[in-house]
């Protein structure tokens, strides 16, 4: 199949190294999804002052105006609360900070100590309201949001699918490893992503996708230490602490890149006995204990390709994705 005219474009937004793959369309689509990932960043993360999320956290117990992506942020994180039956907490702030996350994790890496907050979980009474002047919404006092476990992967679906309504033919948008697909790769065919373990230098499995979403969530990156101990960036809610878990990494298939990491968090924070029993049959993934041992879905190895099929190697840090040459 002939080679479609494509553009390919690493970055750093969000904090994390970002990958877009632009297949066909207009010209301007590439830049236009670029400059989305950083509008969407301006708006939710919470490191910059004048996001709407470092608003929301201020002005807890009041209503703020929003625009509709931080509402549809706030929306799919509860949503997300009650699919994971709280094993995701987006009002995780307090311990975040408790356990030194209170600053870019570059500053966190260089000078880690533990921070003081006295924030709690609120997911359930945050409120989200539209009337005639648009979209507010209200953190319950005491509470703080933080987007991290959902706010890439929701950024990802926002992106490909702003790409789609500008007429690409295929796009791929990874942030972090947090990555949605759509249509065709640049050869025409269907895409190739592989599903990399941070301390392996081979990828775990490389997983055919002509549409869909693959989040990875860890432990082994992001760590600090913290009191003679180490501290990672996964905090259980039902401890407010950085996660013990015996699981290493999950990395889990959905129809949307929100959806799947949000559950690749929640299956890691459930224990290797109990990894995968949030998943139903719409959803697959791969996991890695602690002890180097891998267990999957009974559904994942249909989405698996093998080396002989992935005659391209370009390679990313994290998520890394290639075309499929048919078996």
């Known amino acids: ?4 005219r494509h553009t390919d474009h690493h970055f750093r937004a969000m904090g994390t190294d970002c990958h877009v793959v632009v297949v066909g369309g207009p010209a301007d689509a590439a830049p236009s999804a670029i400059a989305r990932i950083l509008q969407l960043e301006s708006r939710w993360s919470r490191f910059l002052p004048s996001s709407e999320i470092s608003e929301l956290n201020r ?6 105006p929003v625009s509709p992506d931080t509402a549809l942020l706030l929306q799919r994180s509860v949503e997300a ?5 709280s094993s995701f907490d987006p009002t995780v702030l307090g311990s975040m900070v408790r356990a030194g996350y209170d600053r870019t994790f570059t500053e966190v890496a260089a000078d880690p100590r533990r921070g003081a907050s006295e924030l709690d979980l609120g997911c359930t009474d945050i409120v989200i309201e539209l009337d005639d002047d648009g979209w507010s919404a209200t953190l319950p006092i005491g509470t703080g949001f933080d987007p991290g476990g959902i706010g890439k992967g929701l950024a990802a679906d926002l992106v490909v699918t702003q790409l789609l309504d500008a007429g690409v033919d295929g796009a791929c948008v ?20 592989a ?9 775990l499995a490389l997983v055919g996708l002509s549409s869909g979403a693959i989040a990875t969530s860890t432990t082994l990156l992001r760590r600090w230490d913290l009191d003679g101990r180490a501290a990672n960036h996964v905090i259980d809610p039902e401890t407010g602490l ?3 878990t015996d699981v290493a990494l999950v990395a889990v298939i959905a129809g949307e890149a929100w959806m799947a990491e949000v559950l690749a968090t929640a299956c890691l924070l459930r224990g290797v006995d109990r990894v995968f029993d949030l998943l139903d049959g719409t959803c697959q993934a791969i996991a890695v204990g602690n002890d180097g041992t891998r267990h999957t879905t009974a559904g994942f190895d249909a989405f698996t390709r093998t080396s002989d099929d992935d005659r391209e190697h370009d390679r990313e840090h994290g998520a890394r994705t290639r075309e499929v040459v048919p078996r």
């Not at 199949?1 to 479609?4: G, P, R, V």
């Not at 609360?81 to 039956?85: D, E, F, I, P």
């Not at 599903?195 to 990828?203: A, M, T």
């Open 59 to 64: 002005r807890a117990g009041s209503a703020v």
């Open 195 to 203: 599903i990399d373990h941070p301390g392996e230098p081979e990828p």
């Open 242 to 244: 950085p996660t013990a």
């Open 81 to 85: 609360w009650w699919l994971t039956g």
């Open 174 to 193: 990874n942030l972090g490893g947090d990555l949605r697909i759509a249509g065709s790769g640049p050869s025409g065919r269907a895409w190739t992503v």
């Open 1 to 4: 199949m002939e080679a479609e």
